[in-house]
């Protein structure tokens, strides 16, 4: 895609939609809708933004991604990941603008031995894995360009994440002078995924006008108890980790127990510049010090 070219990022208010914003602004023209300004659930409100706009692209970073939540209410889960994809795919068939969907190491069941690769078939455990699922499927069936990317565990500003979410429970047991250990489930593995880096991949992939699936995460894989404690020694914060099992962990949904992704798409085609996870966590904590 040509510099200059228009491009409407969905969910621009997010952490990957504000992380897309800030790498791309500086070369493409954007336009940056938040849920006030463009609710993709609206089929008519997405019909006029995006015909009068009639962007080269629209990058859709709008989803609902709160896991448990989605168990508890698969409706709007389907309603926001599922049906709002589709507003906006058929309306960028009408304007032949290329649709690039944003997807989840969720959508794979976690039983495999090795990191999925795109080819992979794609069995859900959760009610959020699905609705993002067959989100991949109604981009790919509404007959606009389309890419879907597939990304886990994404950490950055701003917004609530795993990595975040550590830091605040450590430091809350600093402040309250307590020796309670933190207790992180060590049966999740994934690639913990910064999103300034998956918008430099966006980056990437918008240039060399990549279509089709691929997966965009970090390189290598780690249990969530692992990354824990890598943030907490980061930190220097003087509180212990301790491992327990998913079950212990009283959440609502059950979750992948291995969904690392394999980038195979991305560097087959010679095009993945995704970092390993332990060099671009440290790069993050380094950045985002005095903020967390």
């Known amino acids: 895609m040509k510099a200059g070219a228009k491009i409407l990022i969905t969910g621009a208010g997010g952490q990957l939609g504000s992380a897309l914003v800030r790498e791309l602004q500086a070369t493409y023209a954007i336009t940056a ?57 058929t309306v960028c068939a009408r304007t032949e603008s290329w649709m690039v969907y944003f997807s989840t190491d969720y959508v794979f069941d976690g039983l495999g031995a090795r990191p999925y690769r795109e080819d992979d078939v794609a069995t859900p455990v959760n009610v959020y894995g699905r609705s993002e ?46 020796s309670e250990p933190l207790r992180v489930v060590s049966d ?55 491992p327990c099992r998913s079950a212990e962990s009283g959440r609502r949904a059950p979750r992948p127990a291995f969904s690392a992704l394999d980038n195979a798409a991305l560097r087959e085609a010679g095009h993945d510049v995704m970092r390993p996870y332990a060099e671009s966590i440290n790069s993050f904590l380094k950045q985002e010090r005095d903020t967390l």
């Open 33 to 89: 809708a938040n849920h006030a300004s463009l609710d993709i659930c609206d089929r008519h409100s997405v019909e006029r933004k995006i015909e009068a706009l009639r962007p080269a692209a629209v990058l859709h970073c709008a989803a609902w991604t709160d896991v448990d939540a989605c168990e508890k209410d698969p409706e709007r889960a389907v309603a926001v990941n599922t049906n709002g994809a589709r507003n906006v795919a």
């Open 133 to 178: 699922l067959t989100g991949e499927e109604a981009v790919a069936a509404a007959g606009c360009p389309w890419t879907v990317i597939r990304t886990a565990w994404l950490y950055g500003r701003p917004g609530r994440n795993f990595v975040r979410s550590i830091v605040e429970a450590a430091r809350s047991r600093i402040n309250k002078r307590t």
């Open 188 to 242: 999740q593995i994934g690639n913990p995924t910064w999103v300034d880096d998956l918008a430099h991949q966006v980056r990437v992939i918008l240039a060399h006008d990549l279509l089709g699936r691929y997966h965009a995460a970090a390189h290598d894989h780690c249990s969530r108890y692992d990354l824990a404690r890598a943030v907490i020694q980061e930190l220097a914060l003087p509180v212990a980790v301790e």
